[in-house]
């Protein structure tokens, strides 16, 4: 906790697997981080995930309209490799919003 | 629906279609590079091609397939309309025709028919490879499958600018289940090409609450670059064949396979600079900048121009495919409003439905005077209700079967343009008046009498070219169809510009026939009315449209039997009219009932003018010649009485009304209608513009009336043209006014004729 000083709205992080296999574990996790938040800035951190697949793509989709339907903003941290690689491919850095590191295509 | 129904469906619509590509042919004519009219017959083709192959109609589907490549090549502009095409399309049209009335009688079509469709498969073949010649890729090409869209100018037939493949995928929702990933295909994808730009599809995820995260939601547009073939590009997506619906266009499509796209897309009420994205027509940024001019536009208090509109100003796509977005956001929006306008009825439920009005209507009109009879103001109060509902419904019901004559006539265009090819002749068709309504059951009976007027104008009526410019006349002969409607019947004329009726050869021609006697001397009508007797005909020879037995006294007879008249208005050398006056309707009229002794007769309403009285001093006045002085001008009667030998009422039911003369004195209105003053009165009515009075006993006022035929015995009674059933049970005819005013007004014409030529022996009488 002592590296995460600035972290003032509650986080939450994902690691290992984030795919069909742990999907349906997952958005109850997000949801409840979403509702459950009483600021209105909410933070994902992605460092650790390892895997992702289309489902967990449609999670973090599902995350971003229920984060503005309840008029929050949820931002999406330090994305991992397999993450950043799936936004590039199906270019949806622009839906999310979110800095990313921008990698040289080679 | 069962199969069969579902057939009849089929033959009813195609059956329609045909009619709509006759049409259009026969206007194409006339306007060879009008795209609607060429897009409207190549429809029609199409449309049945395809309904026919539903049911596994292969000789339908082989044949209209050949007939659809050429109108392919026409719509390609590879092909030219020319009449000899026009003229070949019209037999196939035919043939078509051919073809369902077969498959509607559920028999397999004779050895003939088989060989007409490859005799005109050949010609449909040869005309095609004239054209292929000087283009024959396309034609390949338009073979295998055209696509079933308008290809508008120049800007439809060439493909668009993109040199990418375009990809669309959607994926079923049970992909991640069965263990495959979405994004592992467009990962695929990039092994042997470029993912030129993407859009990811997130509309279809639900609401949190309803989302299953096993469920797979998304769908991808690409813009692909490759320099692999579309085998490949297919390979790739050969596991999810059954889960996902993968469409791939490839590089310089045609503006109408994005169309194509954009109709097909499942998605609705999209917005249109997502769907032109999703085409790959427009990159995000091209979108972007389109949105920024919108949003300035709207920063500067300008009335937001609607997308659409912005990126065709900017050039950025082409206005067709912004055209296909908005149709489809448009068809989204009027699929919402419900398409039911119009349902099909079987016309024996209809008949079924008038017929039972019918009997509502004598219902209601026996109960009206036994509520008349009790003298219960509410029983009257509530049978006028009645009534006057009944009178709405009736109203409404018969509406049901107007139908406009536009239809019938529009056939006559075809009847027009072979005949004049026939005979040769250049003769124009004219038509006004189409929208005029009348029962359906007229107008399919009206259609030979029709075609047999406009055949006879054409060959006898309409002079030889030369003739015409030798008269000073243009060398097009006109024939004209009109439709109007005129005191409650509905006249249809049929004009021509023709030489006009030869008075001189009718009579000579009439002596010759002993039709009349050479001392005998007729009025310019009944001259003219000489052509519609039996047997005569003035055509000095007989070709193929005349003299084959049909001749104008069947064209009569017809009219006549649908209780319409015929009229001729004829000047020599400048033209003819024939005019065929028709009830509106066959089964249920507005009557005035009358009464002459103890029956009761029923003269439609519409040709009802006035009622006068007749007294006695107008009788004394017109010395038993039955004519009267009204208001200054001539009258002539007819007494009903005495045309049909009714009897003074007998004593008997004198005798019966006295009984009931108590009950009456309470209700001095009632006795006045059920015993009226004795006293002549006169119908005035008119029809076709002669006018005559029929002297009557009683009025006995409005009332409404079924018609019913009479029987075939009594078929050939003169002045009676039905019967109907009265509210008390008794039977009332229905009185032929025609042909009342006929009589009376031949009757004159005969006496005027006689006084002009033996004036001396008609003053001595």
């Given at each position: ?88 491919l199906c270019d949806l850095?622009g839906f ?11 | ?159 668009v600018?993109s040199?990418n493949w375009h990809i669309s995928l959607r994926f ?10 979405p994004v592992?295909f467009i990962?695929?994808l990039?092994?042997?090409g470029?993912i030129v730009s993407i859009v990811t599809l997130t509309e279809a ?12 939601y998304l769908g991808f547009e690409l813009n692909y670059q ?7 590009i297919?390979?790739?997506f ?6 996902a619906r993968v469409r791939i266009l490839?590089?310089?499509s045609?503006?109408?396979e994005y169309?194509d796209l954009i109709q097909s897309l499942p998605e609705?009420?999209m917005r249109l600079g997502e769907i032109l994205v999703r085409c790959g027509t427009l990159t995000p940024a091209e979108l ?29 796509v082409?206005?067709?495919v912004?055209?296909a977005a908005?149709?489809k ?437």
């Amino acid at each position: 906790m002592a590296d995460m000083p600035e972290a003032v709205c509650p986080a939450l992080a994902i690691a290992g697997e984030f795919t069909i296999f742990t999907a349906s574990t997952l958005k109850e996790q997000i949801l409840q981080t979403i509702r459950q938040a009483e600021m209105t800035e909410v933070e994902i951190d992605l460092s650790n995930v390892t895997e992702i697949d289309s489902a967990g793509l449609q999670l973090m989709i599902l995350a971003k309209i229920e984060a503005l339907g309840r008029g929050k903003n949820i931002h999406f941290t330090r994305h991992s490799d397999p993450v950043l690689d799936l936004i590039d491919l199906c270019d949806l850095a622009g839906f999310f919003g979110d800095p990313v590191l921008i990698r040289s295509k080679n | 629906m069962n199969l069969d129904d579902a057939l009849k469906t089929f033959v009813i619509e195609s059956r329609e279609l045909l009619e709509n590509m006759e049409e259009a042919l026969l206007k194409v004519e006339q306007s060879p590079d009008d795209a609607d009219l060429i897009n409207a017959i190549f429809r029609a083709a199409h449309t049945i091609k395809g309904s026919a192959g539903l049911f596994g109609l292969d000789h339908v589907v082989v044949f209209t397939h050949n007939a659809e490549n050429v109108l392919d090549m026409v719509r390609a502009a590879e092909l030219r309309i020319t009449s000899e095409l026009v003229a070949l399309l019209l037999e196939t049209c035919d043939h078509m025709g051919a073809l369902i009335d077969h498959v509607e009688a559920g028999n397999a079509p004779p050895e003939e028919v088989g060989s007409r469709s490859d005799e005109l498969i050949d010609r449909l073949k040869s005309h095609a490879n004239q054209g292929a010649a000087s283009a024959p890729e396309s034609t390949a090409m338009a073979v295998s499958e055209p696509p079933p869209f308008v290809r508008e100018g120049d800007a439809a037939g060439s493909g668009v600018e993109s040199d990418n493949w375009h990809i669309s995928l959607r994926f079923g929702r049970d992909v991640l289940r069965n263990g495959m990933d979405p994004v592992s295909f467009i990962r695929y994808l990039t092994t042997f090409g470029r993912i030129v730009s993407i859009v990811t599809l997130t509309e279809a995820i639900p609401g949190a609450d309803q989302m299953d995260a096993e469920d797979c939601y998304l769908g991808f547009e690409l813009n692909y670059q490759t320099t692999a073939d579309k085998a490949t590009i297919e390979g790739a997506f050969e596991f999810v064949q059954d889960d996902a619906r993968v469409r791939i266009l490839p590089p310089h499509s045609k503006v109408v396979e994005y169309h194509d796209l954009i109709q097909s897309l499942p998605e609705e009420e999209m917005r249109l600079g997502e769907i032109l994205v999703r085409c790959g027509t427009l990159t995000p940024a091209e979108l972007d900048l389109a949105l920024k001019a919108q949003t300035e536009a709207r920063a500067g208090g300008e009335l937001e121009p609607p997308i659409g509109e912005v990126l065709v100003s900017q050039q950025v796509v082409r206005p067709a495919v912004v055209e296909a977005a908005l149709q489809k956001q448009k068809q989204v929006k009027d699929n919402k409003g419900g398409d039911a306008a119009l349902i099909r009825v079987n016309a024996e439920t209809l008949d079924e439905h008038i017929n039972l009005i019918g009997e509502l209507i004598i219902a209601s009109a026996s109960i009206n005077l036994l509520a008349l009879k009790s003298g219960v103001p509410e029983q009257i109060e509530a049978a006028s209700v009645m009534n006057r509902l009944v009178e709405n419904v009736r109203d409404s019901a018969l509406q049901l079967r107007m139908v406009q004559i536009g239809a019938t006539f529009n056939k006559f265009q075809r009847v027009v343009r072979d005949v004049s090819k026939e005979i040769g002749k250049d003769i124009q068709l004219e038509i006004s008046g189409a929208e005029t309504e009348l029962d359906k059951t007229v107008v399919e009976k009206i259609g030979d009498p029709l075609t047999h007027l406009i055949r006879n104008s054409m060959d006898h009526g309409i002079e030889s070219a030369e003739v015409r410019l030798a008269r000073g006349k243009p060398a097009q002969g006109t024939l004209r169809l009109n439709a109007y409607h005129d005191s409650g019947s509905i006249a249809i004329e049929v004009t021509d510009d023709g030489g006009g009726l030869s008075k001189e050869r009718i009579l000579a021609k009439a002596i010759e026939r002993g039709l009349v006697k050479p001392d005998q001397a007729l009025g310019d009508n009944e001259i003219h009315n000489l052509i519609f007797e039996p047997g005569f005909s003035t055509a000095e020879r007989v070709n193929n449209l005349s003299g084959r037995g049909v001749g104008m006294d069947v064209v009569r007879r017809n009219i006549t039997a649908l209780r319409g008249s015929t009229e001729i208005d004829s000047v020599e050398g400048v033209g003819t009219t024939i005019r065929i006056r028709l009830p509106l309707t066959l089964a249920i009229i507005d009557g005035f009932l009358v009464g002459v002794g103890a029956s009761s007769f029923v003269v439609p309403l519409e040709m009802v003018e006035e009622c006068v009285e007749l007294t006695q001093e107008e009788i004394d006045a017109s010395q038993g010649r039955d004519h009267l002085n009204l208001r200054g001008e001539l009258l002539p009667f007819i007494r009903l009485k005495d045309l049909f030998d009714i009897p003074e009422p007998p004593a008997a039911i004198q005798d019966d009304e006295e009984e009931e003369g108590e009950k009456l004195a309470i209700d001095p209105e009632l006795a006045f209608l059920l015993q009226p003053v004795k006293r002549e009165n006169v119908v005035v009515v008119n029809y076709a513009g002669h006018r005559a009075g029929l002297v009557v006993d009683t009025l006995q006022g409005e009332y409404q009336t079924v018609i019913r035929p009479l029987g075939a015995v009594f078929n050939g009674i003169e002045g009676i043209s039905g019967f109907t059933i009265l509210g008390t049970g008794h039977v009332a005819l229905i009185l032929d006014v025609p042909g009342l005013v006929r009589r009376v007004a031949g009757r004159d014409v005969r006496r005027h004729a006689l006084a002009s030529n033996y004036a001396p022996s008609e003053q001595t009488a």
